[in-house]
């Protein structure tokens, strides 16, 4: 992913404002991401509910959908006005629009000080 930058340099990400256009299209992003893992998870959980013939499977089903929530809490944690979803991006695989991660040209970028 490359680096966003400002006028003056390279800019830490928490020191940006998203434009409203922004902000909308990464949230897209981020409930279509959300939505995605949520749907596999769905899946496996009918898969192993389907093959539940003893009272440990039913334990064993319920410590797989803990342990996804638990993952899928922390990794989809979107907070307005934090960069959450923008941190997620290079260690879980969340793609942003190449147009909000390519450095921008100041005086055409949609992002400010």
């Known amino acids: 992913m490359s680096s966003l930058s400002s006028s003056t340099g390279n800019a830490n990400q928490r020191d940006l404002t998203w434009s409203p ?3 909308a299209i ?8 959300l939505s995605r893992e949520l749907h596999e998870v769905i899946q ?35 907070r307005r006005g934090s960069s959450s979803f923008q941190d997620c991006e290079p260690t879980h ?4 629009p190449a147009r909000l991660t390519a450095s921008p040209e100041p005086a055409r970028s949609g992002l400010h000080r």
């Open 21 to 23: 256009s922004e902000k």
């Open 26 to 33: 990464a949230r897209k992003a981020f409930d279509a991401a």
């Open 44 to 78: 496996e959980a009918k898969q192993m509910a389907s093959q539940i013939t003893q009272s440990s499977d039913l334990w064993d089903l319920e410590h797989y959908l803990t342990q996804r929530r638990t993952e899928i809490d922390r990794k989809y944690d979107y």
């Open 93 to 96: 695989g969340l793609r942003m």
